[in-house]
């Protein structure tokens, strides 16, 4: 069974980086042809494509948080991690890692992140 589960801090200082994990289990995230997303959803808003890890460790980020977002992965403990730097309020909002085939079909609970001082 595949499951995907999402972990760091819920609160984040602002001008501070962001750090979350994606822990997958039940496949392997270099597995061919599945893509390892990053999505978000700020309160009262909709669902924020953030980026994209591919099976073979290639990265595409959205264009309005590239310059912010860097998504990496540790193949040996099947996880891939966003880093979002820079961060004010606007970036708060629940988190998703998403796995995509074509469409999302598996997704973790989310993980809330406020930035606050």
């Known amino acids: 069974q595949v499951r995907l589960q999402e972990s760091g801090p819920g609160l984040v200082k602002p001008s501070q980086s962001l750090s979350l994990t994606c822990t997958v289990s039940?496949?392997?995230?270099?597995?061919?042809?599945?893509?390892w997303y990053w999505i978000r959803q700020p309160p009262g808003k909709g669902l924020e494509w953030m980026g994209v890890?591919?099976?073979?460790?290639?990265?595409y980020y959205s264009p309005s948080l590239k310059s912010r977002t860097s998504i990496s992965r540790d193949t040996s403990k099947n996880q891939f991690s966003l880093q979002l730097s820079s961060v004010t309020p606007e970036d708060t909002a629940v988190y998703y890692c998403?796995?995509?085939?074509?469409?999302?079909?598996?997704w973790g609970q989310g993980t809330q992140v406020t930035v606050s001082s």
């Open positions: 890890m591919t099976y073979d460790g290639s990265t």
């Open positions: 998403a796995r995509e085939q074509g469409g999302y079909d598996y």
């Open positions: 039940g496949v392997s995230i270099t597995s061919t042809y599945y893509a």
